[in-house]
Every structure is written in structure tokens, then in C-alpha cells.
């Protein structure tokens, strides 16, 4: 996979995979099976700080939207906090769109 620092493979609708979606058996998939998958809306720029954030919509639930900063969006997963997780970054591109 590429380096996910090129924001550039999160363009405005594509979908996105939450690290904590490796937490959900067959079980909670087939209930709801679009748990922790975000549609993403664009980058955005907060007016106050200049910060770049994420913006992006849940694809499950009551469908809220966030905004997340950029740099923390693209971050590695926390190995100290989720040592058993197997992906690399905090979000990726959904590879089954």
C-alpha cells in the first residue's frame, strides 16, 4: 500500500476504513455491516487556526459528520494502546468499495 501521508488517496467520495472495524466479528458485520466505514467529504480548513482537517460522514448509525485533523487522520495506529491491530494507519481506503 502507499505511503498514507499522500493525502491524495482520500479524494472527496471515496470510502474510508476505521482501524477499529478488525474489532468486529462476523456476528456485528452481518448486523451492521458498514461499522466503521466513512465516505469521505474533502479536506477542509479551519478559519481561526489554518489547521487542516478531514472531513467525513459515517456510513452507518445516524450518519454524522466529522472533521478530524488532517495529521491525525493519516496517523499510524497507537501499538501501545491496540497492539493486536493489523493495520498500519488509523484510516485507509476501503479496498471492497
Known amino acids: 500500500m502507499s505511503d ?3 493525502r491524495s ?3 472527496p467520495g471515496c470510502i ?3 482501524f477499529k472495524r478488525e474489532t468486529l466479528d462476523a456476528a456485528m458485520l452481518s448486523a451492521e455491516p458498514m461499522q466503521y466505514l466513512y465516505e469521505i467529504i ?3 480548513e479551519d478559519t481561526e487556526s489554518g489547521q487542516e482537517l478531514m472531513v467525513y ?3 452507518y448509525g445516524s450518519r454524522k459528520m466529522y472533521a478530524r485533523p488532517l495529521d491525525m487522520f493519516l496517523s499510524p495506529v ?3 494502546k491496540y497492539p493486536d491491530i493489523r493495520q498500519e494507519y488509523r484510516f485507509v481506503p476501503c ?3
Open 9 to 11: 488517496v482520500f479524494t
Open 57 to 59: 460522514r459515517a456510513l
Open 4 to 6: 498514507l501521508q499522500d
Open 42 to 44: 474533502g479536506i477542509a
Open 78 to 80: 497507537d501499538r501501545e
Open 16 to 18: 474510508a476504513q476505521h
Open 95 to 97: 479496498e471492497n468499495q
